[in-house]
């Protein structure tokens, strides 16, 4: 059977009016903060998206590398998990899906029962992975979401009865802080049903020189995906930042277990930003804080999984030990006698 794969875009206008004020509203408010601080979800936009797929590609960036030979090692392991039902394959923020076509591969050779609903709030990005899934996988069905995770699930809840596993693949979790992390997985627990299943990426902690090397490639790829937060504030709202006035630097806090990106001013500037109507000092070396990649150990992530009500069902890593795929089953339990 031939499914055309199809994009839903703004669920509702209302939507995308909000992701436009929120992008405005959240500049507004990060470069008014001391330190400066701009969020990564914002990196994005479809020349965002292009230069993660390049990052992707980097030799130095072993996350792709590792995930991709943990789902090649565990696909059939995944696909038992699931086997004999309906259900839904939610992915959130997808990207290019490049290492979900191994699984969506394996299951569509065992003939499971299942549509693969990708939430991301890149249309670029969803536009990319929808080319590329109804090029490679004619007989897949589903549609793919661009949207906010939560508004994606929002409107998967209202539509779809079916079981869900939902991945959480590369370490998008990472880019949250430790209560960050424990607010989302909880919103996502009660968004889910009992029973569902989620697979989260860990990247863990290892030698320091190979984490930084993948937030430093000598390419310039990390620093250009960096800057490109600047030039979309230049398009999207109205700024005049010039780029060459500021710096890319990523360190690792061995202590929080986060590498950290910022930009950095290189001399005294003021910025004005038309969409705001407001403009931004910065005094010579002054930071902008970009990005959280939290690395783990093993018993971050059991911690994460009890403070959140999930169950840990198993451990995919890779050959390496580098990269940690968590397979989560979500516990509800109607009274203090069924608590494990
Ligand atoms: C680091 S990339 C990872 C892509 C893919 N999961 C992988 O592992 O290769 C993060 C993706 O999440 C999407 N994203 C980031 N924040 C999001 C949000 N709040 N809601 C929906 N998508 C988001 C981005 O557009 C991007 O495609």
Redesign the pocket.
């Known amino acids: 059977m031939a499914c055309d794969y199809k994009i839903l875009s703004n669920l509702d206008l209302e939507n995308l009016v909000n992701e436009k004020q929120s992008f405005a509203l959240d500049v507004l408010v990060g470069l008014s903060e001391t330190p400066k601080r701009l969020s990564?979800?914002y990196?994005?936009d479809d020349r965002?998206?292009e230069l993660?797929r390049q990052i992707?590609d980097l030799p130095e960036y072993y996350?792709?590398k590792c995930?991709i030979n943990v789902l090649e090692r565990n696909r059939e392991g995944i696909a038992e998990l699931v086997e004999d039902t309906r259900f839904n394959l939610v992915?959130?923020?997808?990207?290019?899906?490049?290492?979900?076509s191994i699984l969506i591969n394996h299951l569509l050779s065992k003939k499971m029962d299942f549509k693969y609903i990708p939430?991301?709030?890149?249309e670029g990005?969803m536009k990319e992975l929808a080319k590329n899934l109804n090029e490679k996988f004619p007989s897949l069905c589903g549609e793919g979401i661009v949207?906010?995770?939560?508004n994606?699930l929002k409107w998967l809840g209202k539509t779809a009865s079916r079981k869900n596993l939902v991945?959480?693949?590369?370490?998008?979790l990472g880019?949250f802080n430790k209560s960050q992390s424990r607010v989302f997985l909880r919103n996502l627990w009660n968004t889910l049903n009992n029973g569902d299943l989620l697979i989260t990426?860990f990247d863990l902690k290892k030698d320091i020189e190979l984490m930084s090397r993948a937030y430093n490639d000598s390419r310039g790829i990390t620093r250009e995906f960096n800057l490109n937060l600047l030039k979309r504030i230049n398009r999207e709202l109205g700024g005049n930042f010039e780029i060459d006035k500021f710096r890319h630097f990523s360190s690792y806090d061995v202590f929080s277990g986060a590498m950290e990106s910022y930009l950095v001013s290189l001399e005294k500037q003021t910025v004005y930003i038309k969409a705001l109507s407001h403009k931004f000092t910065f005094e010579a070396w002054e930071p902008i804080h970009t990005e959280y990649s939290y690395k783990y150990l093993e018993s971050n992530i059991v911690d994460l999984a009890e403070a959140t009500g999930f169950v840990i069902e198993k451990q995919l890593y890779d050959s390496k030990k580098y990269f940690v795929d968590s397979v989560w089953r979500v516990l509800k339990v109607t009274s203090p006698d069924e608590v494990i």
């Open positions: 990564s979800r990196f994005y965002g998206s993660f992707m996350l792709t995930e992915e959130l923020g997808a990207g290019d899906g490049r290492k979900t939430i991301d709030i890149s990005a949207a906010e995770y939560f994606g991945l959480f693949l590369g370490s998008n880019n990426g």
